[in-house]
């Protein structure tokens, strides 16, 4: 599979969040991220799930992703582990602008859509 051409939904959110990882690390330490990313870790966010819709006409297949605090990384779950209380929906031309431009969105992460994980960070006070 080219990066730029991903095959289906989940190979297009695979490549997606390769790139936030990447503008997660890369910027870690730059403001305002490093407060934002410093908030998340005053609330328990590790293996909080939010449920990803790719949205075409409609959803076709969710996706599960988790944010690990310890590794800085985001990740695909296979499985809900349990029923995520928080929901993202994203177009599939949103994902696929920032897998074909990379660059632009790891070295400016305020372009990067980040409603889902504000929607961890408010999963920790319910």
Known sequence: ???NHPGDDRELFECYLRVCNQALHQNSRRFPFQQILQGLGQH???GKAV???IIDDQPVEGFCITYNREDRAVVADQQFNSLPKRKWKVTKSYLLDVIRNPGEYINNPAKIDWEWLYSLN????E
Do not use: A, G, I, R
């Open 44 to 46: 328990t966010t590790d």
């Open 122 to 125: 408010s999963q920790s006070s």
């Open 1 to 3: 599979m080219k990066e």
């Open 51 to 53: 449920e990803v819709l």
